[in-house]
């Protein structure tokens, strides 16, 4: 909101999984957000559903972080579809 802080909706930090693939390979990233309803996918498995009525329009946004320290990593994100369905 407006002056707010950012608050991720899956709960206080990013979550983790083990099926983001490593080493250069590429992944599927979807969102899909019907009415307060949030899923969210990697390679096609579910990761997040949430219900979420703060917002009824807006923009996107996208992010990424590593969790140890010295890591490093490159992150691209191409094909971007966003679609009303």
């Known amino acids: 909101v407006k002056g707010g802080s950012l608050e991720p909706l899956t709960g206080p930090a ?3 999984t083990p099926l983001l693939r490593r080493g ?3 992944n ?3 969102a899909v957000c019907q009415g307060s ?3 969210f996918y990697i390679n ?4 997040a559903l949430v219900e979420d009525d703060t917002f009824d329009s807006g923009d996107i946004g996208m992010a990424a972080g590593l969790l ?3 890591e490093t990593t490159i992150v ?3 094909d971007l579809l966003v679609s009303e369905p």
């Open 68 to 70: 140890g320290q010295g």
């Open 76 to 78: 691209w994100f191409d």
């Open 28 to 30: 599927q990233l979807l």
């Open 14 to 16: 990013m979550l983790r």
């Open 24 to 26: 250069g390979s590429d």
């Open 37 to 39: 309803e949030l899923a």
């Open 44 to 47: 096609g498995e579910q990761v």
